[in-house]
C-alpha cells in the first residue's frame, strides 16, 4: 500500500528550521500543545526531530533556567537524546506501523532527503482499525470478544 495515502504535506504540517533559535522552537511547540516538532534546513532537508525532552535536558546541562535565554543558542545546537526515524516515501504501511509504535509520527522524507510531510500514529491507528472491521464485516468474528477487564 502506498503511505501517500496517509501523508500529512509539509504544507500542513509546523516545522521549525535548524537555524531558529531553541526559544522560537519551544514556542511553537507550546503555542500549538506540541510535545515535538520536526527539524528542517533551509534546502527542505530533514535534520531531527526535537521533543520536550531534548529542551529539558539542555537547560540543565547548560544551567539555562529562564526560557528567554535559549534564544542565545541556535536548534541545531540541541541534540536529540532518541532518534526518530524518517521513511522514504517508498516505503510500506509496515514500516510506518513499526515506528509508530515509538513515535507519535513518522517523518516522511524523498530521495534526495527533503522532508515532504508526516504521517501521525492517529491515523495508522485509524486505518488498523477500519481496515479491522472491514475483515470482520466481510468474514464474520471467528471467536467472541472477551469484554475489556473481565477475568
Known amino acids: 500500500m502506498n503511505i501517500l495515502k496517509f501523508l500529512k504535506p509539509k504544507a500542513c504540517v509546523d516545522f521549525v528550521y535548524d537555524d531558529n533559535t531553541a526559544r522560537q522552537a519551544l514556542e511553537k511547540m507550546k503555542n500549538h500543545s506540541f510535545t515535538a516538532v520536526p527539524v528542517i534546513d533551509r534546502e527542505g532537508r530533514y535534520v531531527k526531530t526535537l521533543a520536550e525532552g531534548d529542551f529539558l535536558w539542555f537547560m540543565l546541562n547548560n544551567g539555562i533556567q529562564d ?32 515506528l509508530s509504535m515509538d513515535q507519535n509520527f513518522v517523518p516522511v522524507i524523498d530521495d534526495r532527503e527533503v522532508f515532504i510531510g508526516i504521517v501521525t500514529r492517529r491515523d495508522i491507528l485509524k486505518y488498523c ?11 464474520g468474528h471467528k471467536e467472541e470478544k472477551e469484554e475489556i477487564g473481565a477475568v
Open 67 to 98: 526560557m528567554r535565554e535559549l534564544g542565545k543558542y541556535r536548534i541545531s545546537e540541541i541534540t536529540r537524546r532518541v532518534r526518530m526515524k524518517p521513511v522514504y516515501v517508498y516505503s510500506t504501511i509496515e514500516d510506518l506501523i513499526l
Open 129 to 139: 482499525h477500519d481496515t479491522l472491521n472491514e475483515y470482520e464485516a466481510k468474514y
